[in-house]
């Protein structure tokens, strides 16, 4: 069974700083995609990057980017120039492609921007 | 072209009683996931349904919960005889359903979160 851990249960950083947000994952499966999603306040869930396991370059969209680490299983999110509305939980996911498709999601980071 | 919708968004419901939340995917989309994320908690994966069909129910507690999905109208997830722990957000999210491995993303409602009195 795939495993997605957050070590980082809560973060805090000063408006348009840089922070990593961590995650790492357990799988068997070579075929797969990872995911970081953002919940704000309001609970929405909120896909933010995606990254192919079979792609070896890193994903980046706007002032977010991933470091993908195949090897050591390890998919972390750098937001750049960081902003008050990035306060949000973010969630760390897992899809495998064979099967369902069913998104294994980890525990979480609690990340807060300070003005 | 909607998303994917959710109702009610917050439920109240006393222990004992029956839980239904609803989720109509967006359109075009015959493929349906249910999720639970308890207070403090990641999102778990509970069912994954096709129209008429459930196909993976390996996190569905194996008592009070069922889900379907007809036909016609929106996915139904129901809970019964609620418990307090059965308190959380529920979130749906639908995909296409295409072919083989092919990547199908999966775009989340806004959940519905029950309270168990």
């Known amino acids: 069974a795939q495993t997605v851990t957050q070590s980082q249960p809560e973060m805090s950083v000063q408006e348009a700083e840089t922070v990593t947000l961590s995650c790492t994952y357990d799988t068997s499966e070579s075929n797969y995609y990872l995911f970081w999603y953002k919940q704000p306040p309001s609970r929405q869930m909120i896909l933010v990057i995606r990254q192919e396991a079979y792609k070896q370059q890193n994903a980046t969209e706007n002032r977010f980017s991933v470091n993908f680490q195949k090897a050591a299983k390890s998919f972390s999110l750098k937001i750049s120039d960081s902003q008050l509305g990035d306060t949000a939980m973010y969630f760390c996911?897992?899809?495998?492609?064979?099967?369902?498709?069913?998104?294994?999601f980890g525990q979480g980071t609690r990340l807060t921007i300070n003005p | 072209n909607a998303g994917v919708m959710q109702n009610p968004r917050h439920l109240v419901r006393r222990r004992g009683q029956e839980a239904r939340l609803r989720c109509s995917p967006m359109k075009g989309h015959s493929h349906v996931y249910w999720y639970r994320q308890l207070p403090e908690e990641g999102l778990k994966f509970m069912v994954y349904l096709q129209k008429e069909n459930i196909i993976d129910e390996s996190g569905m507690p194996k008592e009070r919960f069922s889900a379907e999905f007809p036909k016609e109208g929106p996915s139904i997830l129901r809970i019964q005889q609620v418990v307090r722990g059965d308190s959380a957000a529920y979130f749906c999210?639908?995909?296409?359903?295409?072919?083989?491995?092919?990547?199908?993303?999966?775009?989340f409602g806004p959940g519905t979160r029950l309270t168990v009195l």
């Open positions: 999210a639908s995909s296409p359903g295409l072919a083989g491995d092919s990547y199908n993303e999966q775009f």
């Open positions: 996911a897992f899809m495998g492609l064979g099967g369902a498709q069913k998104l294994v």
